[in-house]
């Protein structure tokens, strides 16, 4: 996949989450990987969802280091870059704050796996397993995500 075709997909992906309430602020962020090119291209650190432009995303090799862009890229690049390597099967990685999944994460509940098919969340930290990702794609972070008034950090 072409990088500048990559990052018109990365930035519907982003703007995607914001639109859908799935982040809040500037937090969350969404990549994807032109596995060819060994590139990944991310969403900038501190860039409002409401201004984000194709142009701001920030294009980085697997070790992180910058190969297109002037901005910084999201703080949170290391987990996707251990994701991409770990997981050669993956194009794309999506970092969301939900206000339910924030809410869970935050109050350290556990969620019951209700259907042999659905993905199970852990409550534990984020770790990065060597077994099928595509098996258990998605994960909770233990405390993990910003608090706004629905949040259950007020309590
Ligand atoms: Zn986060």
């Not at 704050?97 to 984020?126: D, F, G, K, N, Y």
Request: aromatic share 6%.
């Amino acid at each position: 996949m072409k990088v500048r075709s990559l990052r018109e997909e990365v930035l519907e992906a982003n703007l995607e989450l914001w639109r859908r309430g799935l982040v809040l602020y500037t937090f969350g962020n969404a990549s994807g990987i032109a596995r060819e090119e060994g590139l990944v291209v991310i969403k900038p650190s501190g860039v409002p969802y409401e201004t984000m432009k194709a142009e701001d995303l920030v294009v980085v090799d697997l070790d992180g280091r910058i190969a297109e862009g002037s901005l910084r890229p999201s703080s949170d690049l290391p987990t996707h870059l251990v994701l991409y390597q770990a997981f050669a099967g993956i194009g794309a990685v999506a970092h969301t704050h939900s206000r339910v999944a924030t809410s869970w994460a935050q109050a350290q509940r556990e969620i019951p796996c209700l259907e042999p098919l659905m993905p199970i969340i852990s409550r534990a930290r984020a770790r990065y397993q060597t077994a099928d990702a595509f098996a258990n794609p998605l994960r909770l972070r233990n405390q993990h995500g910003p608090c706004d008034r629905a949040a259950l950090c007020q309590s």
